[in-house]
């Protein structure tokens, strides 16, 4: 059963790794695929992987920070196959770094790609899905380095941010029938140095992003997907946790309730790097 059959989808990030993958399968499972990458070669690529199987793909290079080439991406799948029926914002770019010894201009382009870039071909998809007679399926690449990571603190914010944007624009889009997830893989990219333990290899991901972008889907909506070593399964909301009530909270109140009811603190981080803080 080919379950993207007649549907366009856009892959942005698609020029090598986890992006290629994703637009090779979505392919093979009867989709119509723009293949974006700022590296319009290696996009040129992958369009050639595709029609060499029998698929369908065009390639659109340009960056997507850039909010006219994001918008251009989008227009460019609708132009050439008549509709936007998916949108996989996978683009990014990684960065480790002590707080202490972060390059500023560095920042600025993790936070342009990673969350802006999402922004603006996903603005520019719902513009164009809304005026549509069918349902469309956003699927937002995050990580879950947004739990709190060693060194990958400004990376993880962004994708922490992406999360974020993911359950509003799920609201938002609800009444409307246009669904918004978003997939944490734990794979094999070129962005991140060995070792990759517990890894898996992009092909082995690419399913999940088929499967959400696809019509058996119908009813997922606002949630952050995790494909990592064998396992699939779903990350927890952010959510408020139990509260003290109080007529007023001085600087004593609030020491008390440290000490006697919130306690013990949050953990921090995940993985192998989750802690919990100790208090005296």
């Not at 319009?40 to 029609?51: D, L, N, T």
């Not at 396992?231 to 109080?246: F, K, N, V």
Request: glycine letters at 10%; charged letters at 20%.
């Amino acid at each position: 059963m080919r379950h993207l059959e007649g549907k366009a989808v856009v892959v942005t990030g698609a020029g090598r790794g986890l992006g290629r993958a994703y637009a090779v399968h979505a392919a093979g499972a009867g989709a119509a695929v723009v293949v974006n990458d700022a590296d319009a070669v290696a996009a040129e690529k992958v369009v050639e992987e595709i029609v060499a199987s029998s698929g369908a793909a065009v390639a659109c290079g340009g960056s997507v920070a850039d909010p006219a080439a994001a918008r251009n991406i989008v227009e460019l799948c609708v132009s050439r196959y008549g509709s936007i029926d998916g949108l996989v914002s996978n683009a990014g770019v990684f960065h480790q770094a002590k707080p202490w010894a972060e390059d500023l201009d560095r920042i600025r382009t993790l936070v342009d790609v990673n969350l802006l870039g999402t922004v603006y071909c996903g603005v520019a998809a719902i513009e164009r899905m809304r005026k549509q007679d069918t349902t469309g399926s956003i699927v937002n690449v995050t990580s879950g380095t947004h739990l709190g990571h060693p060194e990958t603190a400004v990376y993880g914010a962004t994708k922490g941010a992406v999360a974020s944007l993911t359950y509003g624009w799920a609201l938002d889009l609800l009444p409307v029938g246009i669904r918004v997830n978003a997939l944490s893989p734990l794979a094999v990219t070129d962005m991140k140095l060995p070792p990759y333990d517990g890894h898996v290899d992009p092909d082995d991901v690419a399913a999940v992003v088929t499967y959400l972008l696809s019509d058996a889907s119908a009813g997922i909506t606002g949630q952050v997907v995790r494909r990592a070593r064998r396992g699939l399964g779903l990350l927890a909301h952010p959510r408020i946790g139990e509260m003290i009530d109080a007529d007023a909270w001085e600087l004593d109140d609030i020491d008390r309730a440290f000490h006697e009811s919130l306690t013990p603190l949050e953990p921090i981080g995940y993985a192998d790097h989750r802690t919990v803080p100790a208090r005296e």
